[in-house]
Structures are given as C-alpha cells and as structure tokens.
C-alpha cells in the first residue's frame, strides 16, 4: 500500500472525478457537500433508527405504533355490534380489521374508536351485495364516506367541529323548541359531547341495526350541498326527544339526556328529523311542517 499521502489524495481526487463527483474539480468543496450530505442521511437513519431513539420517524416508533393500532383494531372489532351474529363471523372480522387497519395505516387520521362502527354498515352492505369485492369495496366505499366531510368529526378541536355542534343548538334547536333552548342556554350545558357521539358513529351505537340502516339510506338519499346536512337534524330530533326526561330533572341536564334510550323509536324520532329539516332549511322557514306525535306531555313549539 502507497503511504505517501499527496499519492492518496491525488488518488481520492481521481476516483471521485472518474464517479462524477469532483464538481468541477473543487475538491473541498466536494467534500463538504459529501459531509453534509451523510449528517444529513445519519440525522435521518443512524440516529432514527434506532430502538431507544423517540423521533415520529424512527422505524422503531412508525413499527411499534403500527403493532399498537394493529392491536386496538383487532379488540375493537369484537366490540362491534355485539347484538348481530353477523359480525362475529371469524370471515367477517378479518374483513374488518384488514381494511381498517390498511385505511388507518395510510390515513392522517389514524385509527379511531367509532370508525369501525361506520366500516361495519359499509361491510354489511357490500357483503349482501351481489359482484362485490367485499375487501376493497368496503375500503373504497368507507374512504369516500370520510372524505365526504366525516373526517372532520374525528378532529374534535377543529372549527368544523364547533361549528357543527353550535349550529345544531344554536340555530336548529333555538328556532324549533325555544324553550328547550332557553333551558339548556340559561344554565350554559355543552351538550356537544352527546351530539359528537351520535354523530361520529352515524348513530350507529344509538339505534338497532336496521335502523341504522334506515338513518343511512335517509342520510344518502337527501339532496343538499353540505354532504351530511340530514345527519344534523336526525341529531337534533334526538335532542328534542330527550326533552320531557330533561324537563322532569332540569338541574341534570347531561346525566337525563344520557338515560335516554332511543332504540325502537327511529321511526318517529327520523320523521321529526325529515320535518325540522323542512322548516329550517329545505323551505327557508316559509313551510309549516306536519309533525308527528310527540311524547307525552311535550312542549315542542309547533312551528
């Protein structure tokens, strides 16, 4: 081995000329760029890449995050309408936690509880359909359903989110039951906490199956600009059918409206949703809707 060290240099200079990388013969300026270059690459690989390193880009960290929502699915899954032996299938719950994990894993979102109540409906429907490809069906169909505007429900500090839940109270709810309104507005109740919860599952954990079912098929068969413009006031019927158990403890506002139990009652509780709707939005306030039978001893302003 050469040990004259101009000979090593003159040697250097010329592999890297013949490698294309002498940058036009400057080799300390070549140089440079190499170390920068590998700090760069190390900052990014040695360092992440490593099992004790905390950076969002370590390898480790993306894995371990993948295992821990790979597992939250998994039991989450078997969570998943627990009344239908449907979704306890072994076929069915692979069907789930694949496509939901695939969704997730590629997703700004993540993995959040509640969306696998919404891939739930979507896989019932695709697998009862004739010529589906029940995997990617389901994946596309529920990827659709998100970026059609859900997405924003699983952002709860988002404007989108506020505005959401105030304009359901605030503007629904003000013009078709004043006194309901006043009530939960004079002792400043949130009742937002309710309203996302039937929102994010699309009322999923709220009613039987098939009435779920029924909310959807009105969901998707109402004509407006804002998507989920029906979910709003099948939301807001809701709100109002709590109404006479609220009024009987109206110093226990969100523990009354929490007793409520809203199965079975779809029918009426979508009919009054399809008729607020009217009033409010579809007839600008000019069209006085027939509503239908309300509770005992309700107080509803008939507008």
């Not at 969002?56 to 032996?85: C, G, Q």
């Not at 906490?193 to 969901?219: S, T």
Request: charged share 25%; with cysteine.
């Amino acid at each position: 081995m050469d040990s004259n060290e101009q000979d090593q240099k003159d040697r250097l200079k010329i592999w890297m000329r013949w490698l294309n990388m002498d940058f036009q013969g400057n080799y300390e300026q070549c140089k440079r760029k190499i170390r920068l270059f590998y700090e760069q690459l190390k900052q990014d690989s040695w360092q992440d890449d490593h099992p004790l390193s905390t950076s969002p880009t370590n390898p480790w960290v993306i894995r371990k995050k993948l295992s821990k929502m790979r597992e939250d699915i998994v039991m989450d899954s078997h969570r998943v309408f627990l009344e239908s032996d449907f979704f306890c299938l072994p076929h069915i719950q692979r069907i789930l936690q694949e496509v939901c994990y695939v969704w997730s894993k590629n997703s700004f979102l993540g993995y959040q509880q509640g969306m696998l109540y919404i891939l739930g409906v979507v896989v019932y429907v695709v697998y009862n359909s004739l010529n589906s490809d029940f995997y990617s069906d389901s994946f596309m169909i529920f990827d659709r359903i998100m970026k059609a505007g859900l997405w924003k429900l699983f952002i709860q500090k988002t404007s989108e989110f506020r505005k959401i839940c105030d304009r359901i109270v605030y503007v629904w709810l003000k013009l078709i039951d004043i006194e309901f309104f006043i009530l939960i507005d004079r002792q400043n109740i949130d009742v937002s906490i309710f309203i996302m919860k039937w929102l994010r599952c699309m009322f999923a954990r709220e009613f039987f199956f098939n009435e779920v079912l029924h909310a959807w098929d009105l969901i998707f068969s109402t004509e407006s600009q804002e998507k989920f413009l029906m979910m709003e006031f099948i939301a807001l019927a809701m709100l109002i059918w709590t109404r006479d158990t609220v009024f009987c403890e109206p110093h226990e506002i969100l523990t009354s409206i929490s007793r409520v139990n809203f199965k079975g009652q779809s029918g009426r509780i979508f009919q009054l949703a399809t008729d607020c709707m009217k009033y409010c939005y579809l007839n600008e306030y000019k069209y006085k809707p027939f509503l239908p039978p309300l509770p005992q001893n309700s107080r509803i302003v008939r507008v």
